[in-house]
């Protein structure tokens, strides 16, 4: 090429106009103002191309760039491969890949900093590192991890295995096999957990699931909040707004038969099998108590049931509050199914009357 400049090195070639090969062998300048280092079988034929060394890579996007490593291929626009093996933006401008092997860029701006079988399709995404790991979203991030997505716009996966962010700046730090398909939503980590509502978080645990708007579990496994159970909460424990499963020494043994919809504003604080659908209620622990009334209350116990609005059991064993504003401090098998009725304790007390009031005792 014209003012094309060989300075060393053997079986060169500088054919394009201004390029130079500074040596190596089996070399190529083909494109106008390209520049090889040295290394073998290399090729910059862009125009303004750089390749600075090692085998068989390829500069052919317009002032592409690649510094070494071999078989790698910088084709897009203003691209850059530092090093590695087998790397390539695959015509996307402006991408960049710093090492690895087999990683491509076809998103613009798009940036793999290293890794194997990494792949960055949205624009302006990002993988760290990691294996088969893929940003597809605009803006999306992947930290590093193993056969993690993330999908969403302007979503983000730390790590873990098979995690997928699809939501629009949704998050998932860890874990393995969990999505958040909710627009703001959030998993810390954990396994086969699910948070689809909208700005909803589950921290981590076992297959639990958060799909209402703004709805939140801390942990645990197999916790349900529903689609339509605005604000409520499950802290942690197993199989809260659940029935019918079996519980193994980790696992349900048996999966799950009923799930039951959550309560707007509800929370369940632990335990086994709460059930918390009353609006605004509250269960603070045990197993298989029920909080359905309006702002029922049940803080422990076993088999004990709120039903309605503004009751409240206290503990022990197959009590029900179904008065209004009825209250059952614990016990055994009392009811208080007066309006404003107080049983205190003991075993098998009724206060059904209205105002009516049993302090402990067994009838």
Do not use: E
Request: glycine letters at 24%; proline letters at 1%.
């Amino acid at each position: 090429g014209a003012i094309s400049t060989i300075a060393g090195g053997r079986s060169n070639l500088a054919s394009g106009n201004c390029s130079v090969v500074v040596g190596g062998s089996f070399n190529t300048g083909s494109g106008a103002f390209g520049f090889v280092g040295g290394g073998n079988a290399n090729t910059a034929s862009g125009i303004n191309s750089v390749v600075v060394g090692g085998l068989s890579n390829s500069a052919s996007g317009f002032a592409s760039f690649l510094g070494a490593g071999a078989y790698n291929n910088s084709n897009g626009y203003q691209s850059v491969v530092v090093g590695g093996d087998s790397n390539s933006p695959n015509g996307a401008s402006r991408s960049f890949i710093g090492s690895g092997c087999g990683n491509v860029n076809t998103g613009n701006c798009s940036a793999i900093v290293g890794g194997q079988g990494n792949t960055s399709t949205g624009a302006w995404s990002f993988v760290g590192g990691g294996y088969s790991n893929t940003a597809s979203g605009v803006y999306s991030t992947v930290a590093g991890g193993d056969r993690n997505c993330s999908i969403g716009c302007r979503s983000s996966v730390g790590g873990g295995i098979l995690n997928r962010a699809c939501g629009y700046i949704s998050a998932i730090a860890g874990g393995t096999g969990n999505t958040t398909s909710g627009i703001y939503s959030f998993i810390g980590g954990g396994y086969v957990n699910t948070a689809n509502g909208y700005n909803s978080t589950i921290s981590g645990g076992y297959k639990n699931l958060a799909a209402a708007v703004q709805s939140v579990v801390g942990g645990g496994i197999c916790n349900n909040i529903c689609s339509s159970a605005l604000g409520a909460t499950i802290a942690g424990g197993i199989g809260n707004n659940t029935a019918g499963g079996v519980m193994g020494a980790s696992y349900f043994s048996t999966p799950v038969a009923v799930v039951y919809t959550a309560g707007p504003y509800s929370f369940i604080g632990g335990g086994c099998m709460n059930v918390g659908t009353g609006d605004s209620a509250t269960i603070g622990g045990g197993r298989s108590n029920l909080a359905s009334g309006a702002c029922s209350t049940v803080v422990g116990g076993t088999f004990n049931t709120g039903s309605a609005a503004h009751t409240f059991v206290g503990g022990g064993l197959c009590n029900v509050s179904s008065g209004g504003c009825s209250t059952i401090g614990g016990g055994q098998s009392n009811t208080a199914s007066g309006a404003r009725s107080f049983v205190g304790g003991g075993c098998s007390n009724t206060a059904s009357a209205q105002y009516s009031f049993i302090g402990g005792g067994r009838t």
